[in-house]
């Protein structure tokens, strides 16, 4: 990878900022819709009891595991479709097959993933998983299965759009669903309109159910913008292009393999909280909704640079390039400061809203591990917004060995050695992760750096 020297003007950071929020608030709040489908599961399992709730949340950590190579390979994608667009010569057919390879690289994808996610107890018993919390997070997954491979093609869509800078129909259609699995949820997994309450199973039939609305839900919305069918995204479908499936897996698989390993501590921590029992558990999970949820506009953002990037990368503009850059990593952390500040002074009532008061030693720990997620906002969202950035310029495999010293040599076991020997409980795993986080966030800024130097003068 070549550095890039760029310098750049006030006129031309005041455009970056309107085109950089017109593109992440949309991808932002589409974002936070498909957490609020996990934050409606929580709130109608959480009050089943802990039990429910501990199923739920390590089903669902092992199913995100499992979506990170389609994570890797849509988000590869979407760096390529933006190069392609900002090189506009023949861009519509470039894109278009990109598209479809990606395409089928999530469907082969898919059969050995869901054999995984199947026998998904063996894993968690072999952690040292309570028997019953194993199998009831497996039938968990089992339901919500399902509906990964249209979430992956939701996904890919989304990108497709970014590319564009057409991102408002992915938020309309997941704003809709939100209220589809609230209707779900409460008929499900709460017995609401005379329907048996399926517990765990109803919520991942809902969850499944709502992947599958939006993918189908977009699909509808596209064919009818002209400017998006004229591509033709299912044309010739059956053609295949090995060169560009192998660049789509180069890019991807370290991307894959990053969000595998953040996926991954954050999943291992709550086979951890396991140890500790289910009350460690469902704070935990209560903690990692609040933080997730946070996460997700920066991650938005960090959506956006790698749209932007990829853009000025194709039209080889390195002023924009570095433009789009710094200001995605400006904006994540602004953000994530203001939600800081939220997370250390009210933790108490944000973890009230999730767990019922005669859960009080559970909400009382939900709270602590929530001031704690609030050290750790302002390099989270740094960390994202830079990776983003990076893969914009294909930069992946750098990103991958900074997640697996931040996260694996350096936050878990950190974590580890504060929660047992040092006798922090779940409050020093979390410790850990903070410590893991940083690392993480100083490693990508620097990459980030180098790669895109401001020229003096």
């Known amino acids: 990878m070549t550095t890039i020297a760029a310098a750049g003007t006030a006129g031309g950071w005041g455009r970056e900022l309107r085109a950089m929020l017109a593109l992440a608030w949309p991808l932002a709040l589409t974002n936070l819709s498909q957490v609020a489908l996990v934050v409606t599961d929580t709130l109608f399992l959480g009050h089943l009891g802990e039990i429910p709730l501990a199923a739920a949340t390590l089903g669902g950590n092992l199913y995100f595991i499992a979506m990170s190579l389609p994570f890797g390979l849509a988000f590869a994608a979407s760096a390529m479709m933006a190069q392609e667009k900002g090189r506009v010569r023949h861009h519509v ?15 082969l994808s898919f059969p050995p993933i869901a054999l995984l996610l199947w026998h998904s107890a063996i894993f ?8 019953e919390l194993a199998e009831a997070a497996q ?21 497709f759009l970014s590319a564009l800078e057409r991102p408002n129909a992915a938020l309309w259609v997941s704003t809709a669903c939100i209220g589809i699995n609230v209707v779900l949820d409460y008929a499900l997994v709460a017995g609401g309109f005379g329907v048996p309450s399926l517990g765990v199973v109803g919520a991942g039939v809902a969850s499944a159910s709502s992947n599958l609305f939006m993918f189908l839900g977009l699909v509808g919305v596209m064919a ?31 991307i894959a393999g990053t969000m595998l390993l953040e996926i991954g501590v954050f999943s291992g921590t709550a086979l951890v909280m396991g140890w500790f029992g289910p009350s460690a558990v469902a704070a935990h999970a209560v903690a990692l909704q609040v933080a997730s949820s946070c996460f997700m506009v920066p991650m938005g953002i960090g959506q956006a640079a790698t749209a932007r990037v990829g853009l000025a990368a194709g039209a080889e503009d390195p002023e924009g390039v570095h433009r789009a850059g710094w200001m995605a990593i400006g904006l994540a952390a602004g953000f994530m400061a203001s939600t800081a500040l939220v997370l250390l002074l009210v933790p108490g009532f944000l973890a009230a809203l999730f767990l019922p008061p005669d859960l009080g030693e559970t909400r009382r720990l939900a709270a602590t591990l929530l001031m704690v997620a609030g050290l750790f906002q302002l390099a989270d969202g740094v960390q994202v917004a830079a990776a983003g950035a990076l893969r914009g310029l294909k930069d992946t495999r750098l990103p991958l060995l900074f997640a697996a010293l931040g996260y694996w040599v350096l936050g878990l076991p950190v974590g580890m050695l504060l929660g047992f020997p040092a006798g922090l409980g779940p409050v020093g795993v979390w410790f850990g992760l903070a410590a893991g986080l940083a690392v993480v966030a ?9 790669l895109v130097v401001l020229a003096p003068g």
Do not use: K
């Open 93 to 107: 057919r470039e894109m278009r097959r990109t598209f479809r390879q990606a395409m089928w690289l999530g469907l």
């Open 442 to 450: 100083v490693l990508m800024t620097l990459r980030w750096r180098r």
């Open 124 to 131: 968690l018993r072999a952690t040292g998983q309570d028997p």
């Open 139 to 159: 039938t968990f997954v089992r339901a919500m299965m399902w509906g990964l491979v249209p979430f992956y093609g939701f996904l890919l869509l989304r990108g």
């Open 224 to 254: 009818l913008d002209r400017r998006v069918s004229r591509f033709q995204l299912a044309g010739r479908f059956w053609r295949t292009d090995f060169r560009r499936m192998v660049e789509i897996v180069r890019i991807g698989l370290p």
